[in-house]
Structure formats: structure tokens, C-alpha cells
């Protein structure tokens, strides 16, 4: 059987973040509070000139070539930062990256979940048509009120991963786990710009539809827990992946093994919480840490509140090392700037949340595309000038 899966990944995170120690330092918290309580240093803060669009041009832009642009048919981008109630970010993405016009580009919506949703669309259509590429962007901004428990838990990034037939990172196992289940743990109804939150309640049933997602994924005949070299867990804060493993380990009766998670953790640890791409930057960042992980099994266990869960495989193929974009990701992460206070709630309060009609924004650092405002209710996106 042709293997199917992820040809291509990469990340992009905005130029600027808060330390957790200020925040710590501005509420009298001890800072290790963060630092061990919730297992997060700083996190990742876009200036006004970046919104979930921009952030998904900009990962996309870094790790395609012209003859991919070429050869994409479909664009998914998974969101819970979405811009417009119509208009799918995903087609002015679809622009920005010069894709062909006889390309489907849509978005999708499921809290932290849908861009596994989305993999599993992607790999399902490769599957039927073999020579066709799909691009999968999953691209956020966790956002939640200040002074809120959950404000250390905010964050930013965007993963663009290309998915073809013979994949040279990973491909798809067969088996998947699934669970949903109608809860209200977190949600943003349309009148919000930040959600709503019962954090403990969140994180018992993260714990919990883990738990059930896993006991599917072994009811539909998937691989034993020990035959995994590597855990990646959807990671709203990287503590949050310790007790779900620690949870698969005892149901499992297997001795907890932390070289198992923690490569996949550096990452998120720096960027924070990115909702639909926090999965998959954890699937990066094992794959930038690990020494190597050929021919080996990576469990993935995605959860997106309100709720979904999803237990999977990923078979990480010979030669990925190549593929890996380990420098540039480091550069990305060297090269962001820290924030003042200050600076930190001017970037918060977003002037694109007060309902302009028009709004010009300034340029600040980042990648290749911003946003660059709005002109009589119509978002316009630019190239960037180098701050
Ligand atoms: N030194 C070391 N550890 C300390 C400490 C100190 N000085 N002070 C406290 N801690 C520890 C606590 O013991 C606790 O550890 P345990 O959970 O292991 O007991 C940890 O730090 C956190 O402390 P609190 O429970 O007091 O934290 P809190 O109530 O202030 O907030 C939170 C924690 C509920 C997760 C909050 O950040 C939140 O609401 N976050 C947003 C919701 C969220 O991320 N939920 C996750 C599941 S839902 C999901 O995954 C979807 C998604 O992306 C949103």
C-alpha cells in the first residue's frame, strides 16, 4: 500500500514574546509557578499586524518551492482565530502563496482539533487521487483575558505541512481513536474576541476524552503503548502533556518514561499555548530534538475543547533527518524580541476588535506577510518591510 502522510513541516511564530517571569513579577506570583507548576518559560505575542491569515501565509511561504505551489489542488487551514463568519481565511492565504485558482481552499473549526481533522481529510483524498497535494496549515492566536488564571496560557504559532503520497517525514498509520462529547470546559461564542474558560473543569476532561480516545484507538486494533518511541500531546502548556501521558502510562501499566515526551515539549514551552498547531509544533519539535526517530512510531493525541479527542500513529520514515527544518526554526525562535509589560498589553488589546471600518496598521518585525489593515471592511495583506 502507498504510503501516505506529511511530505513537509515547518513553523512559524510571531517576532515577539512575554517572558512568564514579568507576568509572574507584575501579579507577586512565584515565578515557578510557571516554570514547574505549569511547565511554560515564556510565550509568543503578535503584534497588531499579524492575525491567523498572516501567520499561516507566513509558515506556508517557508517551507514550499514553486513546483509545490504548482502542484497543490487543496488548502485546509484550521483555525479557532477565525477573521470573517463567511469568507474563509484559508482563500486569502490561497492569494498570498500564488496557488493555482483550481485549488479548494476552506477552513476548518473545531477548537484545538481541526487540523487533525484535517490530516486525516488530506490523507484520505491522497489516498484516492495519489499524484495530488494537499496543503494543511493549522494556524492560531490563544488569547484569554488578562489577569485570567489562564493568561500564562496564551501564545501563538502556525504549522504548514505538505501532504503527498510517499511522504519523505511521516506517514499515516491506519488505526485511529476517537471520542466526543458535548461539554462546556471552553468556547467563544461570536460576540467574544476572548473565550470562555472553566480551566479545571478543561483539564479533567482533557484527561478524561484522552483516556477514552486511547481505549478506541486500541478497541480499532492499534499498535501497543510500548511499541511507541516517541508521544506527541496536544499542549495548551506542557505540563498539560505530562499528566495525559502519566494517564496512558498508568492505564497501560507501563512504567513512565519522560525521554518519551519530552523533546516534544521545547517548543511549546517557548511559544505557549497555538490551539490547533500546538500538536503539531510538538510534532516538530521531537522531530528537531530527537536523535533519531527512523522507522519509528510517534502516538499523537489530539484534543480541541467542547469536545474532540483523537488518538493516532505517525511512522516516521527513513531520511526525514533531511527534511527537518531544525536551523531555521531555531533562528526563528533566537531572533524574537522580549516585551515589556507595557508593550505586552499594547499588543493585547487588539485594534482590529473594535469594529473599524478602516485601520492602518504599522509595520512591525516578522515574516514575509502582514496584515496590513482594513479599507471600508476589507482586510488587506502586504508584504512585509523589514523592521
Ligand atoms: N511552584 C511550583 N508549582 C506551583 C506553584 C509554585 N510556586 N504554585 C502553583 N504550582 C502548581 C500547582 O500545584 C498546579 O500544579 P498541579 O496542576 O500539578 O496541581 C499548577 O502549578 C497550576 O496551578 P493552579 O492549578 O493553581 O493554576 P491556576 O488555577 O491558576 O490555572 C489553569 C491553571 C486552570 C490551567 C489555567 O491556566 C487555565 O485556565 N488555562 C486555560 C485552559 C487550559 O489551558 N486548559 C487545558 C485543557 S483544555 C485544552 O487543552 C484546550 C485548549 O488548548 C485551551
Redesign the pocket.
Known amino acids: 500500500m502507498t504510503a501516505i502522510g506529511i511530505d513537509k513541516i515547518g513553523f512559524y511564530s510571531p517576532a515577539y514574546y512575554l517572558d512568564l517571569a514579568s507576568l509572574a513579577a507584575r501579579d507577586g506570583i512565584?515565578p515557578?509557578?510557571y516554570h514547574?507548576?505549569?511547565g511554560q518559560e515564556r510565550f509568543a505575542m503578535p503584534p497588531h499586524d499579524e492575525d491567523c491569515v498572516s501567520l499561516a501565509a507566513n509558515a506556508a511561504a517557508a517551507i514550499l518551492t514553486p513546483e509545490d505551489i504548482a502542484a497543490i489542488d487543496t488548502l485546509l487551514l484550521a483555525t479557532e482565530s477565525g477573521i470573517d463568519q463567511s469568507k474563509a481565511a484559508a482563500v486569502y492565504v490561497h492569494r498570498l502563496l500564488g496557488l493555482r485558482p483550481n485549488c479548494r481552499a476552506i477552513e476548518l473549526k473545531h477548537?484545538?482539533y481541526s487540523a487533525t481533522a484535517g490530516l486525516q481529510l488530506a490523507c484520505a483524498y491522497v489516498a484516492a487521487n495519489p499524484k495530488r497535494k494537499v496543503l494543511l496549515i493549522a494556524s492560531d492566536i490563544?488569547r484569554?483575558d488578562m489577569h485570567s488564571?489562564?493568561e500564562?496560557?496564551q501564545g501563538s504559532a502556525a504549522v504548514a505541512m505538505l501532504i503527498s503520497a510517499n511522504p519523505r517525514i511521516a506517514a499515516l498509520e491506519g488505526n485511529a481513536g476517537c471520542h466526543t462529547h458535548d461539554v462546556m470546559?471552553?468556547w467563544r461564542p461570536n460576540h467574544r474576541h476572548t473565550p470562555l474558560?472553566d480551566?479545571?473543569l478543561?483539564?479533567l476532561?482533557?484527561l478524561q476524552a484522552s483516556e477514552a480516545a486511547w481505549r478506541d484507538y486500541q478497541a480499532q486494533g492499534g499498535a501497543d503503548f510500548a511499541s511507541f518511541a516517541q508521544f506527541c500531546y496536544?499542549l495548551?502548556?506542557s505540563?498539560?502533556g505530562i499528566?495525559a501521558h502519566q494517564r496512558l502510562c498508568k492505564i497501560n501499566d507501563i512504567a513512565e518514561d519522560s525521554g518519551k515526551i519530552a523533546a516534544g515539549m521545547i517548543y511549546n514551552r517557548d511559544i505557549g499555548?497555538s490551539?490547533t498547531a500546538?500538536l503539531y509544533l510538538s510534532l516538530c519539535s521531537a522531530l528537531d530534538h530527537r536523535d533519531d526517530l527512523s522507522g519509528e512510531l510517534v502516538g499523537m493525541l489530539s484534543?480541541?475543547?467542547g469536545c474532540v479527542a483523537e488518538f493516532f500513529a505517525l511512522r516516521i520514515q527513513d531520511g526525514y533527518i533531511n527534511q527537518r527544518r531544525k536551523n531555521e526554526h531555531a533562528a526563528l525562535l533566537a531572533n524574537r524580541q522580549a516585551l515589556s509589560l507595557a508593550q505586552y498589553e499594547d499588543f493585547w488589546h487588539r485594534q482590529e476588535y473594535s469594529q473599524h471600518d478602516n485601520l492602518d496598521l504599522p509595520n512591525y518585525a516578522g515574516g514575509k506577510y502582514r496584515f496590513a489593515g482594513i479599507e471600508n471592511n476589507e482586510r488587506r495583506y502586504t508584504l512585509r518591510e523589514k523592521a
Open positions: 512565584d515557578q509557578k514547574q507548576g505549569i477548537a484545538c490563544s484569554y488564571a489562564a500564562a496560557t470546559d471552553f474558560v480551566g479545571k478543561s483539564t476532561i482533557y496536544h495548551p502548556f505540563k498539560m499528566k499555548n490551539y500546538a484534543y480541541g475543547s
